[in-house]
C-alpha cells in the first residue's frame, strides 16, 4: 500500500495527493498520515512546495466528506426510524425514541464533533455520515470540516517536510496512534452495546 501511495503521489503530484485523500475519506483504512508526511517530504525534493501540498488535500478531504455527508442525507432520521419501528428495530433493541436522543445530542454538540473528530484516525472519515442524517447544514459542515481538516493536513506536511527523509517516523508513530485508536473505538462499542443491552433488559 505505502509503495503505491508514494509513487502515485511522485507521478502526479498535487493531483496524485488529491486523489489519494478523497479515497482516504471514503476507505478509512488507507493511512492518511503516510500521504500527508510523505507529501511534506516531497516538498523538500520536488517543485511542490507546503501550501499547494496543504490545499490539494484539504480540498480532497472536502469532497470525501461531501459524499459521506451526503449518504447520510439519504439515510436520514426519518428513514431510520421507519427502520427501527419495524424488524430491525425488534432485533436491535432500538425504537424512535433512541433515535431522536441521537438526533438530539448531535444537534447540541454536531460542530465540536465534526471539528474533533476530523483530527481522529477513523472517526476523521466516519463524522460525516452522522451529520448528513441529522440534518446538519451544509455550509455549517463544511466550516467545521474545512477547520479540523485544515489543522490536521498543516501539522502532518509541516513534519514530513521539517524531518525530510525521515518522514517515515511520523508516519510509523501515527500509526500506532491508529492501532490504539480502533482497540479503543471497539471497546466503546462493546461498552455501549453492553449498557442498552442492560438497559433494555430492566
Known sequence: MQEFIISL?????????????????????????????????LTTCTSMNVAGVILFSTLGSLLGAIILYYIGKLLNKERLMCIVSGRAGRLLRLNAADIENAAAWFEKKGCKAVFFCRLIPILRSLISVPAGMSGMGQIKFLLYTTAGSLLWNTVLVMLGSLLGESWMLIAILLERYSHITKIVLALSALSAILYFYRKKRS
Open 9 to 41: 503521489m511522485g507521478r502526479f503530484g498535487y493531483p496524485g495527493i488529491f486523489f489519494l485523500i478523497t479515497i482516504e475519506n471514503l476507505f478509512p483504512p488507507i493511512p492518511s498520515e503516510v500521504i500527508l508526511t510523505m507529501g511534506g517530504f
